[in-house]
């Protein structure tokens, strides 16, 4: 079975440009998260979808990120424009329902400069 | 809200054991254990569920302890492929499996 699909692996990007990353989640997984993990700290989570529907995107910094699922399958994630403080790795991991264990993708790291 | 870990670190030999603990202020639903090798993807270990069971695999086990809003990781007779990042992962309910992560446990295990 193959694993979490993520592209970039690296991204080096000065201020205010933006990025996208994207994901592709584990086949017939429902649910996708974007967590942004910064260096010494426990992965935070941005957004999670069930199917192509936003369940929670209580921490997503709106006025710069945004994400969609299309069709319930692949998702990106995007920053625009991107600050320093964004520099972390984005995860994303995908679930088969609703509850229980996450698949995490290898992640995009993110430099801001 | 996050939940607290500890230690923050820990150094062991091989074959020495590790108890790594995790404690939130808010009432839990469930507790989900992640090892994270360094520059690679969290590893999942272990859910445990509301009702204070206690899992194991291979030689590492955990426990949740609901009304103390605690979990503890045991890890015996560590290998060499022990070392890494542990996260735990608690979630308050509400059906959706929003997990807030610790900020980790680093453990290193040497020969």
């Known amino acids: 079975e193959a694993g979490v699909a993520q592209s970039p692996r690296y991204k080096i990007i000065e201020k205010r440009q933006s990025v996208a990353f994207w994901c592709n989640p584990i086949?017939?997984?429902?649910?996708l998260y974007w967590y942004q993990q910064i260096l010494g700290q426990g992965p935070k989570l941005l957004i999670q979808?069930?199917?192509?529907?936003?369940?929670?995107d209580s921490q997503l910094p709106k006025d710069r990120f945004s994400a969609e699922r299309l069709k319930g399958v692949d998702s990106t994630l995007k920053i625009q424009p991107a600050k320093l403080e964004d520099s972390a790795v984005y995860l994303c991991?995908?679930?088969?329902?609703?509850?229980?264990?996450?698949?995490f993708g290898p992640g995009t790291r993110l430099t801001v400069t | 809200q996050q939940p607290v870990q500890s230690p923050q670190a820990v150094i062991l030999r091989e074959g020495e054991d590790a108890v790594i603990n995790c404690s939130s202020s808010?009432?839990?639903?469930?507790v989900h254990w992640y090892r994270q090798k360094h520059g690679e993807a969290p590893v999942f270990l272990m859910i445990?569920?509301?009702?204070?069971e206690q899992k194991g695999h291979d030689k590492i086990s955990a426990s949740f302890n609901e009304k103390k809003q605690q979990s503890s990781l045991y890890l015996t007779a560590s290998q060499l492929s022990y070392s890494g990042t542990y996260f735990c992962?608690?979630?308050?309910?509400?059906?959706?499996?929003?997990?807030?992560f610790g900020a980790g446990t680093r453990l290193a295990v040497h020969p």
């Open positions: 991991a995908s679930s088969p329902g609703s509850r229980g264990e996450q698949y």
């Open positions: 086949s017939g997984h429902a649910t």
């Open positions: 979808f069930q199917n192509n529907g936003v369940v929670d």
């Open positions: 808010k009432a839990l639903y469930s």
């Open positions: 445990l569920l509301k009702g204070g």
């Open positions: 992962g608690t979630e308050g309910g509400g059906g959706y499996n929003k997990l807030i």
